[in-house]
């Protein structure tokens, strides 16, 4: 588990006496079939293009990750949840075929054809919230939830690399210096989601859950759209412990919008595309 969730987890269990309620602690994993792209500019035409992360820079397609999920039920109606998932990635493209540029804190990366390229991109997601059980029946709640997505990405190149400030920039063209790595580190504004969930227990200790989460803003220079929709089955295996097998559809794309200090230079919106969709496993064990 990454350490950016250690001190969060260890908050939610030190509030459980306070709120007197039901925890439970989920750990599985997802079969996650990944998409990311990213918005950047050839250097030859000065015309923005998609970069593909798995097609383009050879980033495994198909991938089983771990995720850790904690939530709190209380005073009957009540839950707090928090979750990360985790996609790290790394891949090594021996002739590259489309050359890019990437504009990162006003410097420019130039990035030839032809040459190796080692990529990575990690992307751990958290996401966290309140619900409340509006409906309640003897054996089934269907509920509305208010929370908050956050992504921390780590982007990295290693290669042969041109490097100039984006003032230098002339006919996207860098000049001669060279370095052999880069690396981009962000975190995205938190997105705000809504959404709804509802459980329902079609034969004593197995469940049927679903939730459903949709947030979209675009605001000043920045856009971003978020998509979260869930199926699974949950069954008790004892007392304490459960299992649960469920299908995930995720998706958030996030653009900034980054300008040159030179307006006529056009260097291309810093763009994060990522979703999955596959089966899930988890166990959890409840206090």
């Given amino acids: 588990m990454s350490t950016r969730l250690t001190p969060l987890v260890i908050a ?8 007197a309620g039901e925890l439970s602690l989920e750990l599985g994993g997802f079969y996650s079939q990944s998409d990311t792209n990213m918005e950047v500019t050839n250097p030859n035409t000065g015309n ?22 904690v939530n709190y039920h209380f005073n009957e109606r009540h839950n707090i949840y928090l979750d990360w998932k985790q996609l790290h990635r790394d891949a090594e493209t021996q002739a590259l075929s489309k050359p890019f540029q990437i504009e990162i804190n006003d410097t420019i990366y130039d990035i030839k054809a032809g040459g190796r390229l080692n990529s ?11 619900g409340y059980d509006a409906i309640q029946g003897s054996d089934y709640d269907v509920g509305f939830s208010l929370g908050l997505h956050t992504m921390f990405i780590k982007t990295g190149f290693e290669g042969v690399i041109g490097v100039c400030h984006a003032s230098e920039l002339l006919n996207n063209v860098c000049g001669s210096q060279a370095i052999p790595r880069i690396v981009d580190e962000n975190v995205t504004a938190p997105l705000p989601d809504f959404g709804v969930y509802a459980n329902y227990e079609f034969i004593p200790g197995w469940k049927l859950t679903t939730h459903a989460q949709y947030f979209y803003i675009k605001l000043n220079d920045v856009k971003g ?32 919008a980054q300008k040159s200090p030179n ?6 919106d ?3 595309y990522y979703s ?7 166990v959890s064990y409840t206090f």
Avoid: C, H
């Avoid at 990575?120 to 309140?130: A, K, V």
């Avoid at 097998?245 to 794309?253: E, F, I, L, P, R």
């Fill in 12 to 19: 939610l269990l030190g509030s459980s006496p306070v709120l």
């Fill in 263 to 268: 307006k006529d230079t056009q260097i291309a």
């Fill in 120 to 130: 990575t991109l990690n992307i751990d997601i958290l996401r966290m919230g309140y």
């Fill in 225 to 256: 759209e978020l998509v979260d929709v869930k199926l699974g089955i949950d069954a008790n295996i004892t007392d304490n412990w459960r299992m649960s097998v469920a299908y995930n559809y995720y998706k958030v794309d996030v653009d900034i």
């Fill in 276 to 282: 999955f969709i596959g089966p899930m496993l988890s």
């Fill in 270 to 272: 810093y763009n994060i």
């Fill in 48 to 69: 923005n293009f998609t970069l593909d992360y798995e097609s383009d820079l050879q980033l495994a397609e198909n991938e089983f990750l771990p995720f850790i999920e």
